[in-house]
């Protein structure tokens, strides 16, 4: 029944949906199938990098729900990224076993060479997958909600939101670094053997991951959809654009926000838990504030509030910022990015994926006969309006 | 079944400054089930703040706001005095621009405000059927899927009328619905503010002296934060003390 709320009412999520299966079965295919001097032959470092950015996908997706269709600026959302990816890190962590240079088969490496007797208590329960894949969502989860609880509660909004957020990835970046709080501090997790019992570096192994990402990429695009199509997103439109006259019409705006928000962590943890087996390590530089900001720039680039454009501009930026970094442009990067936002805030302010869905919106309008609703005087979050009917 | 004997709405000495100017000044007003009352009084005379006291949206600094007898308004906030059946406009037309005509309905529309069943909702004859008769009583039915910013000011009044409509509360606390409308539209809407009240209690607060003569109920009229005289629209015209104060000036 869903599925077909969103492939028959909604072009836009079919094709996105549609590329991502495709993608889910060819890239594998062409990965494991065609030998490498094939020309059809996709090599293990793409399929990672694909793999990576369609996690970052995710990630966009996720803050693209809160601050697209609740106005919830997040500069944090990082935090709840790597917390995702610490839970599976750790669980990672403990499939190595004794195959560690130290050989202990209870601890990590990196506690072994602190010296630490015995595994902490928080560390208790990662070798088991289901556990851990629970902790994956749980953390960034329960801490979302904690701080949503306290924040939209007390009616904290804008832009000291923002800082807030700000501040708590910032305290937990400093809190990772440090040996002591038993993450690997500085280094990390890493050096991971396998998962579920396959190799983590495996083409298979690789292969497959992707496959995941692509799939719960999709997984977690319907039910945001699903969210935002719902009479909750329009309360959550309500509550962006008149939050105190949602209020008096008997909604609990802070229920509506911390719902969302704790919704928002969980997709954001997991990925971060796709996230770490591509790319073989989680550190403590996942916190830095810089990458949450960055994280935003995706969403403003793809078209804030559109959902597949949060998507695409995670892929797109990441995709510019991989080639710019590995050639002698790699000085540059973080100018190109400055240029990058402001040029796309400047001649496209509804993102990209925004503007041209508002063109395509306005000449399917124009040929059919005359109805009313694209004429809100400002366009950016025009799209949450007439993507959102639900039959 | 209402006990039409006792207040649905009582205040009594309420106090509110702003950096000490007094918007309310040991502001006292009772009204009953069923009642329809008009309150009129010069600009700043604290009409809206009272609405304000009244919603949640302002603690008073002193008195007592019951509703119904038991709910002490004071301790409540806004989304728990309006769940108790307290629906308000605003002076400044405020509805949810960038949904559809139809959907500042819907999210008006009395029912369940929970997370979780605003999460699995699914469109029902029900609720589409009541929309549609507020939508041809507020004369909407044609702008239904417009955006509600798109609609001109006399046509927001309505819809946010019709939002109160939708709601259902006990009591509709009306703030200058009339302000921009033609006179033919005034009238409409006096019309339907008395259909309402046939079985709801509404406070109306305008300007508008042909309105309020329309509507044809007993008139408080309010001056620097206080009940200055109350009664029908002609006692209280011929009251010396309120013919000083709306043109001694
Ligand atoms: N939040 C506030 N901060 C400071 N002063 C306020 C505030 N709200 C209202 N006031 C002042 O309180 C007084 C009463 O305002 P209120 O809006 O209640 O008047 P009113 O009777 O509704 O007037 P009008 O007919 O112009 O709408 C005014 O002098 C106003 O300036
Ligand atoms: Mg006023």
């Known amino acids: ?339 990058l936002f402001v040029l796309v805030t400047r001649f496209l302010p509804n993102g990209i994926v925004g503007t041209f869905f508002d063109v395509a919106a306005d000449t399917r309008s124009a040929r059919r006969p005359a109805h009313a609703g694209s004429t809100s005087a400002s366009g950016r979050l025009r799209e949450a309006e007439s993507e959102a009917p639900l039959k | 079944m209402t006990d039409i004997t006792h207040s649905l709405l009582y205040l009594s000495g309420v106090e509110v400054s702003f950096d000490g100017f007094r918007a309310l000044n040991g502001l006292s007003l009772d009204i009953r089930h069923g009642e329809m009352r008009a309150i009129i009084g010069p600009n700043g005379a604290g009409k809206t703040t009272m609405m304000d006291v009244i919603t949640g949206k302002t603690r008073p600094d002193d008195g007592e706001v019951l509703f119904d007898r038991t709910n002490d308004l004071t301790k409540l906030d806004e989304a728990a005095i309006a769940n108790l059946g307290i629906g308000r406009k605003f002076q400044k037309p405020t509805v949810f621009e960038m949904h559809t005509v139809e959907d500042n309905l819907l999210l008006a529309l009395r029912g369940n405000r929970r997370v979780v069943h605003n999460l699995f909702w699914r469109r029902n004859a029900p609720d589409e059927g009541r929309i549609d008769q507020i939508l041809g009583t507020i004369r909407l039915g044609d702008h239904r899927a417009r955006a509600a910013g798109a609609l001109s000011h006399g046509q927001k009044q309505w819809l946010e009328i019709g939002m109160l409509i939708a709601q259902d509360p006990k009591l509709l606390l009306v703030d200058e619905p009339v302000a921009g409308m033609t006179d033919a539209e005034t009238e409409t809407t006096a019309d339907l503010l008395r259909e309402i009240a046939r079985d709801h209690s509404v406070i109306v607060v305008e300007h508008d002296m042909d309105f309020v003569r329309r509507l044809g109920v007993r008139v408080t009229v309010l001056h620097e934060g206080s009940v200055l005289a109350e009664g029908s629209l002609d006692q209280v015209s011929a009251n010396e003390r309120v013919i000083e104060v709306y043109l001694g000036r």
């Open chain 1, 1 to 339: 029944m869903i599925a077909r709320t969103f492939l028959t009412d909604d072009r836009r999520s079919a094709i996105f949906l549609g590329l991502l299966a495709i993608a889910a079965v060819v890239v594998p295919f062409c990965h494991l199938v065609f030998p490498p001097s094939s020309l059809l032959h996709i090599g293990t470092s793409s399929v990672a990098l694909w793999g990576k950015y369609l996690s970052f996908a995710i990630l966009a997706l996720s803050l693209d729900l809160i601050w697209g269709y609740a106005g919830i600026l997040s500069l944090g959302h990082g935090a709840f990224f790597a917390l995702g990816g610490y839970a599976m890190g750790m669980y990672l962590m403990r499939q190595i076993g004794s195959r560690g240079v130290y050989a202990n088969p209870l601890l990590p490496d990196f506690m072994v060479f602190l010296n630490w007797k015995e595994l902490p208590w928080y560390w208790w329960g990662f070798d088991i997958f289901p556990f851990a894949a629970l902790m994956v969502v749980l953390a960034p989860g329960i801490l979302a909600f904690v701080f949503g609880w306290f924040a939209f509660r007390s009616r904290v909004t804008g832009v000291y939101l923002s800082i807030i957020t700000q501040m708590l990835t910032y305290a937990l970046w400093l809190s990772f670094f440090r040996n002591d709080m038993g993450f690997g501090g500085n280094n990390g997790l890493t050096d991971f053997k396998d998962i579920l019992g396959f190799p983590v570096q495996a083409p298979a192994t690789r292969a497959a991951l992707f496959s995941i990402t692509a799939m719960t990429l999709m997984l977690c695009y319907i039910v945001a959809r699903y969210v935002v199509a719902s009479k909750l997103g329009k309360v959550l439109v309500a509550i962006r654009d008149a939050e105190s006259r949602t209020r008096f019409l008997g909604y609990r705006v802070d229920a509506y926000k911390t719902f969302l928000f704790t919704l928002s962590a969980a997709m954001a943890g997991i990925a971060g838990a796709l996230y770490v087996p591509q790319v073989g390590i989680i550190n403590p530089s996942e916190f830095h504030p810089a990458q949450s900001i960055e994280v935003v720039l995706w969403v403003a680039v793809g078209g804030r509030g559109t959902l597949v454009g949060a998507a695409l501009g995670a892929i797109l930026v990441n995709f510019a910022k991989t080639t710019f970094t590995s050639g002698i442009l790699a000085p540059y990067w973080l100018f190109v990015l400055g240029a």
